[in-house]
Structures are given as C-alpha cells and as structure tokens.
C-alpha cells in the first residue's frame, strides 16, 4: 500500500497501442489510488496532454508515433513539457535507453511489468512532481509577494515624488510671489521651455524635468530686496550687481541635492542669464559651453518678459519681441535655438494667450526620483 505521505489521486496518461498492456496498467494504478486517462496512440496521448496530468506511463514501440517523439513532442509542450514520463519497454539495450534519456524520459519500467517496481517507480515519480508543484506554488506566491510589495514600493515612491514636485512648486512661487501674474510667468517660462525641449528633441522624461526645473529659474529672486524687484526705473550698477546675484543665490540653495530635479533647477537658475557671446552673467559662459538647459530658459524667460507689463516697462506686441529678441541672435541668444523658437512662435503665442489657470503641466507621467548614489 502506498504510505500515508504519498500522494493520491492523481492523474496518470496510460499510453499503449494495445489493449491488454494498456488495460493492466490502468488496473494497477487504480490500485495504487491514482486515476488513470487512457490513450491508445501517441497522437491521442498528446490530444489528452493538459496541465492536470501529473505522470504518463508510455509505452515505446507504437505505430505511427514511437515513444521516444511523444515524449520530445511533451517536452516542447508549453504548459506540459516538465510532467513526469516514465517509458515502458522492453528494449534493454544501452543505446535504447539513451535515446529515451536523450528524449526527455524522466524514468524507465521494463515489460512485462513488475507491479512492485511499477509501484515503486511511480510513486518516486510522483513524489517528484508533486515536490515540483509546491515548488513552482512557492515561487508563484514569492513573485505575488514581490509585485505586490513592488507595487507598494512604486505607490510610497509617486506620494514621495508628489510630495517633493508639491515642496519645488511652492519654492518657485516663494520665489516670484513679490511680483504680479505669478503663475502666468511660471507657467508661460515653463511651456515655452518645453516647446524648445521637444524641438530639440527630447525625451519625455527629460521633458517633465525640464518643465519643474525651468519654473525654478528665479528662485534665487527670494534674496532680493523690494526696493531693487520693484524699482520702476534703471538699475544703477551697485544695484545692477545686487540683481545679478539672485543666480547664484539660487544655484546655492538648489545645490547638492542628489534629485535629477534639483540638479537641472540649479543649473538653469544659475545660467539662464548667460549670453551667447559671453557678456552674460555670473560667469561669463559663452556659446556651447553655456549648459543647454540655461540656453532654453534664457529665451523663454526673455520672451515672457518682453510680452508682460513690469514695473519698468510696458507689455510689448508679439511683432516687437520678435524683432527685439532677434536683435540679439547670436549675441544674447543661441541662434539656433532662438531659430527654433520662432519656427513654433504661433505655439509661443496661443500658450501665452491662455489664462495661467488652464495651463498644465505636459501630460509625461515620468515619475522625478533621486538619482543612485
């Protein structure tokens, strides 16, 4: 009798051509407590194959069909190919038998067969397979685990960077909150940046960096006084200096964060004032070695002040920034870029005409997330 941890019931593919082999092998496993499926030819056992088959018992010389090509045909199975596949035969010859090693048996039984080998043989089998299904259920379970925890992981990761895009875009109206239409500014020096961006052709996650970071151009406004932000006249030099020293200000505050957020804010807070031909400021960076991201911002930022009222000019038309901003191609502006700005300056236009509460950010759901250490 089988021992108690033995597994039971199981489905067993009784595979032979002919009818009295077949017929014994099904008595003995329905002794044995298991559940025999009978097949009387290789192409019907293959028919019969499903995922609730837990052995076959195979007999090897079959017409049409032999048993070594069901069982490499089982192994190639996409659901079935690790059953369990014991080969009856009466071949003993060495090379025999390493043909069915070579195609896949899993074990052998000589015929006639020996009740007790066959029930020794079988159960071995079983065992086998049944240890290999609590296996593959672990595992299952395991990667269900890790989903689910990489799911949780990926939840607690987008309220982190909610949270932290939240705290950069508070920062950067911190920062402009001392001057009028706000939000329009931000938004339009955002948009305008993206549009460049795409352009050039970048990448969407690149681009949602470069939309938060460009909002952040002049965070470093927070260290000026009213009395130099809000003058309605010319900047006298001293002043002039204290003006320009609102972009390392920011690069300061922004600086030595490991955020790919942070590195791009304070890289574009520090050179959107740079010029072309290297009369910019702070550091007097001229053509490409001013970062590419500063160049962006410093034709955006330009473009939304020429067309907005301050407190020492009026708004100008979208024909007198053109023309102004094209005065300074190649000097202020990097003319390639400012080329480009223009080919899209109908773009430029419609966002500057929308009201700063329909604007949004560009619809990129690349999640913001520090960079590896």
């Known amino acids: 009798m089988l021992k108690a941890t033995e597994p039971r019931n ?88 390493l043909a069915g090693v070579e195609a896949g048996a899993s074990d052998f039984i000589s015929k006639p067969i020996d009740k007790t080998e066959l029930r020794i043989r079988v159960a071995a089998q079983l065992r086998l397979k049944l240890a290999q299904d609590e296996l593959l259920q672990y595992q299952a379970g395991l990667e269900e685990k890790v989903e689910q925890r990489t799911q949780e992981l990926y939840c607690a990761l987008e309220a982190v960077t909610l949270a932290h895009m939240d705290t950069v875009q508070r920062l950067a109206l911190a920062a402009e909150c001392r001057t009028e239409d706000v939000a329009e500014h931000l938004e339009h020096v955002a948009q305008y940046s993206v549009l460049l961006g795409e352009a050039c052709g970048f990448s969407d996650p690149d681009l949602e960096l470069l939309y938060h970071a460009s909002r952040m151009h002049d ?7 009213d009395s130099i932000l809000h003058k309605p006249g010319p900047l006298t030099a001293e002043e002039r200096k204290i003006m320009e020293g609102h972009t390392t200000s920011g690069a300061e505050l ?39 991201a500063g160049r962006i911002c410093a034709i955006a930022d330009v473009c939304d002040a020429l067309m907005a009222v301050r407190p020492y000019k009026p708004a100008y038309s979208a024909e007198e920034t053109r023309e102004i901003m094209l005065q300074g191609r190649g000097t202020h502006f990097d003319p390639a870029l400012l080329d480009l700005f223009f080919d899209n300056f109908d773009t430029v236009l419609r966002i500057c005409n929308q009201k700063a509460k329909t604007l949004n950010a560009p619809s990129h759901t690349t999640a913001i997330v520090p960079k590896a250490a």
């Open 10 to 97: 199981r489905q067993i593919l009784v595979v032979d051509d002919m009818p009295q082999n077949r017929d014994l092998l099904m008595i003995h496993i329905e002794i044995m407590g298991h559940i025999p499926v009978p097949a009387c030819s290789g192409a019907e056992a293959l028919s019969l194959l499903n995922p609730s088959i837990d052995m076959v018992l195979l007999d090897v010389m079959m017409p049409d069909m032999d048993g070594f090509t069901v069982t490499r045909t089982i192994r190639a199975h996409p659901t079935c190919s690790a059953v369990p596949i014991v080969l009856c035969t009466a071949l003993n010859a060495k090379v025999d038998r």
């Open 254 to 292: 922004l600086g030595g964060s490991s955020s790919l957020l942070m590195q791009l804010s304070e890289e574009i807070a520090l050179n959107h004032h740079e010029r072309w031909d290297g009369t910019g400021y702070p550091q007097g960076l001229a053509g490409l070695d001013i970062p590419l």
């Open 219 to 225: 965070v470093g406004k927070m260290s000026l006084p």
